[in-house]
């Protein structure tokens, strides 16, 4: 390969001549171009044609001839210049990316903004079917009554909360203290028959935690009816009849009191009869702590610490309302009205005066 400035031959892929310091533009030799620029400019002759040594080589063009051998200053300048061509070229490059990168970051700074927003509209789902203790009814066959209303079961609210974060899973037993179940038909039933356990909640408080109730209808079937019978053909407390209906002796002691925690605890489902209250022989401290597990079956929050105590000692009580916020005529059904005035009577005509005194 020779270069078209001075004519020197040099080596294939040489950037520069390294006689004259021409940049070598076209690997090939344009000889019409080198003749021109040798013989054709005025003021030009053979006699300024390189001139070959004894050996045969070309000697290198000295200053004033053809060309000129770059220095090396004038190397370090080339190369100055390259640089700085590159750092041009390079911020180009960036420039022309940087709308890029700014649009890639919007995106994904929307996606992100938008998946937290997604998260928080997000509503926890709850069914409320999922969570309940069936109701329990005795009687004869055929005139079955409810005497244990459905309930919420704590056991499997905690479990299940337990999957949750604190904070959540204080928003779900918050929802479950408002739930209250009611269940018809409640007399007159017969095993086999169908019941419907219907919840009601409060659906403000749903809407503010963001709790999506799905469910607050569950049917059943009634299994079996517990009898209190006092004849004396009953043998076995464990024995059922033809109709399946479980046959107990009379037993007001172990059936109708002091059960589960409770001093009377159908209190909610069954109207005791003074007679039963008398013949239970409640003692004064068993009578005033029977009249407040009426009230306790609300989450009531007693203000002395005696009867705060014993209730929380008690797996189903959960505290929910204040004393001040609480008023009896408003929550109490007709069983638990007629209780009260019940236990009430029997205090008084057993002259207790039970008072804890703190």
């Known amino acids: 390969m020779f270069c078209t400035n001075c004519g020197k031959q040099i080596e294939e892929g040489n950037p520069f001549c390294p006689y004259c310091g021409r940049e070598i533009e076209d690997a090939g030799f344009d000889l019409d171009a080198f003749l021109s620029r040798l013989f054709g400019s005025e003021g030009e002759t053979k006699e300024n044609a390189p001139v070959e040594s004894s050996a045969g080589a070309h000697e290198p063009v000295r200053p004033g001839t053809i060309g000129q051998q770059p220095t090396k200053k004038a190397a370090k300048e080339q190369k100055r210049q390259q640089r700085h061509e590159k750092v041009s070229k390079d911020k180009t490059d960036s420039e022309k990316l940087r709308p890029v990168i700014v649009s890639i970051a919007a995106v994904l700074a929307i996606a992100v903004i938008g998946l937290f927003a997604f998260k928080m509209m997000q509503k926890t789902e709850v069914n409320l079917t999922n969570y309940v203790i069936a109701p329990e009814f005795a009687g004869e066959d055929g005139e079955g009554t409810l005497v244990a209303e459905a309930e919420v079961d704590w056991d499997k609210v905690n479990g299940i909360c337990k999957a949750y974060k604190e904070k959540k899973a204080d928003k779900i ?80 002691d172990n059936k109708y009191f002091f059960q589960n925690e409770y001093i009377l605890p159908y209190s909610d489902s069954y109207n005791y009869s003074l007679a039963e209250i008398e013949n239970a022989g409640l003692s004064d401290v068993d009578t005033r702590l029977a009249i407040n597990e009426l009230y306790a079956r609300y989450g009531y929050i007693f203000s002395k610490p005696y009867y705060q105590n014993y209730f929380n000692s008690c797996s189903w009580y959960y505290e929910s309302i204040n004393g001040d916020d609480f008023n009896s005529n408003a929550y109490f059904n007709d069983y638990e009205q007629h209780n009260k005035e019940i236990l009430l009577k029997y205090e008084e005509e057993m002259g207790y005066h039970f008072d804890p005194g703190y």
């Not at 095993?191 to 408080?205: N, Q, R």
């Open 173 to 252: 037993k918050a929802l479950f203290q408002t739930v209250t179940w009611e269940t018809t038909p409640s007399q007159g039933l017969s095993a086999g028959d169908t019941y419907v356990s219907k919840a009601t909640y409060d659906k403000d408080l749903a809407k503010e935690l963001r709790i999506d109730v799905t469910a607050t209808v569950k049917k059943g079937t009634v299994e079996t009816l517990t009898v209190i019978s006092d004849s004396s053909d009953v043998q076995s407390t464990s024995e059922t009849n033809d109709n399946n209906v479980e046959v107990v002796e009379d037993n007001s």
